[in-house]
């Protein structure tokens, strides 16, 4: 905001210097042997109307008491030629005092009231601005937190028995835990990731839920394309990663859960299948769910008209298809959808 008032004020120096030099000119040009007197009674007048009225806008902005601001706009209506008439060679010349009544002191008390809306209009319109990017901001923080914290509980369980068990996979379970947790608290701040740190995330979660399978891996994992070469928002997929297995079958053969990632270019297809389990009528809206309603609200917040969102239920397996184009490097890191930053 610091700066956008910076910039009025230059733009007022530039106008008021370009205004006076072309008075100046013109009345050199003229021939007006008084021309340096003449300018300066002339502009001293238009500076004085201008910004005397200007900040009593300013200063009666918003507020309902309007007999104040009358009294004192009929004070610069009347005082407004006494800058000429102290200026110019020829003291206290009423003529050029009515003159400047009725002609100049009206066109600059517009003119400032012109500017003072003006400058308005684009400061509340800057702060409204503001206002929404906060609460983006704010929202997609809120819907990025949003990770099951029963997978936490539940993780945090399994390592228990490992450990009690003393078994060779508890070390290797707890760094997971701690990589997963680093990710989420710390680098997913940022507002793009590199898609191959995304996907070593997934793996992570991936290898802590396998704790409670005794059978070979059950989610079959593909990446097509060059991961390293593609940003996206941190934690987009694992919602729709955990609803897979939130809504498979208690016990999943290997190879159950389908997940696939394909990138070509600045384009991203991600792909998740999971076996419907036959308990749930209704596999991923159900109530409180934070699963597609929290992919659909960050999408369209991150990438509005770049992404399409396909869901295939067949009865006996439901995948969800994520394509999202136009994807960029870091150095064109993708906004949310805010006006102004």
Not at 14 to 25: D, Q, S, Y
Request: aromatic fraction near 12%.
């Amino acid at each position: 905001m610091d700066r956008i008032k910076k910039i009025f004020r230059l733009t007022h120096l530039l106008v008021w210097v370009l205004f006076t030099l072309l008075v100046g000119g013109q009345l050199s040009s003229e021939g007006d042997i008084h021309w340096l007197s003449t300018t300066t009674a002339f502009v001293g007048t238009c500076l004085y109307v201008f910004y005397t009225h200007f900040y009593l806008l300013t200063r009666y902005a918003g507020k309902r008491r309007g007999g104040g601001y009358f009294l004192r706009l009929a004070g610069i209506v009347l005082t407004g030629p006494l800058p000429f008439s102290f200026f110019h060679h020829k003291k206290l010349d009423f003529e050029h005092y009515s003159i400047h009544l009725i002609t100049t002191v009206p066109i600059f008390l517009f003119l400032s009231w012109l500017a003072r809306v003006t400058e308005n209009l684009v400061i509340n319109t800057i702060r409204k601005e503001q206002l929404e990017k906060q609460a983006v901001e704010a929202e997609l923080y809120y819907l990025k937190s949003q990770i099951n914290p029963h997978f936490l509980f539940n993780t945090l369980n399994n390592i228990h028995t490992l450990v009690y068990k003393q078994a060779p996979a508890a070390p290797e379970a707890v760094m997971q835990l701690a990589s997963l947790m680093r990710y989420m608290i710390y680098e997913s701040n940022a507002s793009t990731v590199p898609l191959a740190r995304e996907i070593d995330y997934l793996r992570d979660y991936v290898s802590l839920q396998q704790l409670r399978y005794k059978n070979s891996p059950v989610v079959d994992l593909q990446i097509n394309g060059e991961a390293d070469s593609c940003y996206i928002a941190p934690l987009l997929f694992i919602h729709l990663l955990e609803n897979a297995y939130k809504h498979s079958p208690a016990r999943l053969e290997p190879g159950d859960l389908k997940v696939r990632v394909e990138v070509k270019e600045e384009s991203l297809a991600f792909s998740v299948q999971n076996p419907i389990a036959k308990r749930t009528a209704n596999t991923l809206e159900e109530p409180g769910g934070i699963g597609l309603p929290n992919v659909r609200k960050r999408l369209s917040l991150l990438y509005p008209d770049q992404h399409t969102l396909t869901i295939q239920n067949t009865g006996e397996t439901f995948t969800v298809i994520l394509a999202i184009h136009g994807l960029h490097s870091p150095d064109h890191e993708r906004k949310a959808h805010l006006l102004y930053h």
